[in-house]
């Protein structure tokens, strides 16, 4: 099935308009109600910068060039665990299977100890905390940030890969983790 686009994204390219379109952006709820319908992957970005382990939940990461190997995720420039990633020269992606949704909450709340018990995790390759039972880990040196709006951009050089479980994804939707079920 072929679709047909009409209206003003069907007509030949024009220059975009000089600045933000006045009054034309969402307020924060409506934006939020929507992007709630899009089901995202989840992650915990783990790091050590000084003794104390740190780690944060990600739904926004994505790859972003496979030569050189970057990933992407945003992190709230208000979280109390950017100060101390970004002190950080190692990190690491661990991508949640979807039996982990315990885990992923436990790295969005505030003011617990995210690496207490039950959370079960060892020292990686440089020395980068990772998470046991993921599917995936990607352990990162940091390649660039950017600010956008009210979070940064982190971007990531990919130095090692480590596969772990071949199991389902836990996913976010609609304000939930849940897991994916194929179609047969």
């Avoid at 910068?49 to 420039?77: I, K, M, N, Q, W």
């Avoid at 039996?99 to 436990?106: I, M």
């Amino acid at each position: 099935m072929t679709e047909t686009l009409s209206g003003p994204l069907s007509g030949p390219p024009s220059e975009p308009p000089p600045g933000p379109l006045p009054g034309r952006a969402v307020d924060a709820e409506s934006f939020r109600r929507a992007l709630a319908l899009h089901a995202a992957g989840v992650v915990v970005v783990t790091a050590q910068p000084e003794e104390v382990p740190v780690g944060l939940t990600a739904t926004s990461f994505c790859s972003v060039s496979l030569t050189p190997p970057l990933v992407s995720f945003y992190v709230d420039r208000a979280s109390a665990t950017w100060p101390f990633l970004r002190r950080a020269g190692h990190f690491a992606v661990n991508v949640l299977s979807g039996d982990q949704a315990e885990l992923a909450s436990r790295f969005a709340r505030k003011g617990v100890d995210r690496f207490a018990a039950p959370t079960v995790w060892r020292p990686g390759p440089l020395g980068v905390p990772l998470l046991d039972g993921v599917s995936a880990q990607l352990v990162c040196v940091p390649h660039s940030t950017v600010d956008i709006g009210d979070h940064v951009l982190v971007v990531g050089l990919v130095v090692e890969t480590v596969l772990g479980s071949a199991g389902r994804p836990l996913l976010y939707h609609r304000g939930r983790f849940g897991r994916f079920t194929p179609h047969p």
